[in-house]
């Protein structure tokens, strides 16, 4: 096992502990869980030879066998692309538990008012645990708050914060209508990004809150927020805009509202995916001109 592996899965059990969840022996045969591989990996799991099988993990599912490759049916039927190089399985994991009756103000107090499960605590000021709908159909999700966000207690209230309700806005939706949170509940000092051991110690409240939300779509904001939910290394740029199944719910990963302030030609890229959340959730397209 790497190290990165190790302190993932040092974390989850600290977690799991937490939790008072059972030993890991058991069977959950109908669990989802999360499952990113190379290319090259994947298409040797697609062999009838392997199917059910990746690197130890099961793989495959029935749905997606029954749909073509690099295909992933919507709701409605629409079929739409689907990353070949990033899947998500379904069946047992060791990262993969359901906490019975969960709910977010049940997350957050596992989380607690004093959290200090790692080295972020020492500099934040607030918990950002998340705002919004918590019935949202949207879920976006950023890396970690910054300086407003630790000083405010709430997502993206700062120059990106600003910028992404202007993109809610111009989706024809309000902030109030959707779901914001990060990856790491935290403020990374100065701004950096959060680290792996600080992502396998909080990503695991990140996941139970979009199973309980459980929203149509879930876009993530930036690298760190669609690697942690794809479980992958790969750089956004070679999956950005596509979509991705994720435990009953799509995700597409779009760039960072403080990468498009520092990069405005970017935002037109991110407006075409923000209008392929709006197709998929069927809000009226703006006409074209
Ligand atoms: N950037 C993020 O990723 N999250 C915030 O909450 C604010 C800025």
């Not at 030993?23 to 090259?40: D, G, L, N, T």
């Not at 009756?101 to 972020?120: A, N, Q, V």
């Not at 596509?242 to 935002?267: C, M, Q, V």
């Amino acid at each position: 096992m790497n190290s990165e592996t190790c302190a993932r899965a040092e974390a989850w059990l600290r977690y799991a502990a937490d939790l008072r969840l059972g030993p890991y022996h058991r069977v959950r045969a109908s669990s989802q869980s999360a499952a990113v591989e190379s290319q090259s990996a994947l298409e040797q799991a697609q062999r009838p030879e392997n199917e059910g099988s990746l690197g130890g993990r099961s793989f495959s599912s029935d749905r997606k066998r029954s749909e073509p490759s690099g295909v992933s049916t919507l709701e409605d039927g629409r079929a739409v692309p689907t990353s070949p190089a990033i899947r998500i399985s379904s069946g047992s994991s060791l990262f993969d538990e359901r906490v019975e009756d969960d709910s977010l103000p049940r997350i957050l107090e596992d989380i607690g008012p004093h959290c200090t499960r790692c080295k972020l605590h020492k500099a934040r000021t607030n918990i950002v645990f998340g705002v919004g709908n918590p019935k949202a159909q949207l879920v976006f999700v950023g890396e970690g708050p910054g300086h407003d966000e630790d000083l405010q207690a709430e997502p993206f209230v700062g120059r990106a914060g600003k910028l992404l309700t202007q993109m809610i806005e111009a989706m024809g939706l309000r902030r109030a209508d959707v779901y914001i949170c990060n990856v790491v509940k935290c403020r990374p000092p100065e701004n950096r990004l959060p680290e792996k051991d600080e992502i396998a110690t909080c990503s695991p409240y990140l996941f139970r809150q979009l199973g309980v939300i459980n929203p149509k779509v879930i876009c993530a904001l930036g690298s760190c927020a669609a690697q942690t939910m794809l479980q992958t290394t790969q750089g956004i740029s070679r999956f950005r805009g596509e979509w991705f199944d994720y435990h009953g719910s799509k995700l597409i990963a779009t760039y960072h509202p403080a990468y498009l302030l520092r990069n405005p030609p970017a935002k037109s890229e991110v407006w075409k995916d923000l209008q392929k959340i709006m197709s998929y959730l069927g809000l009226e397209l703006p006409k074209k001109k």
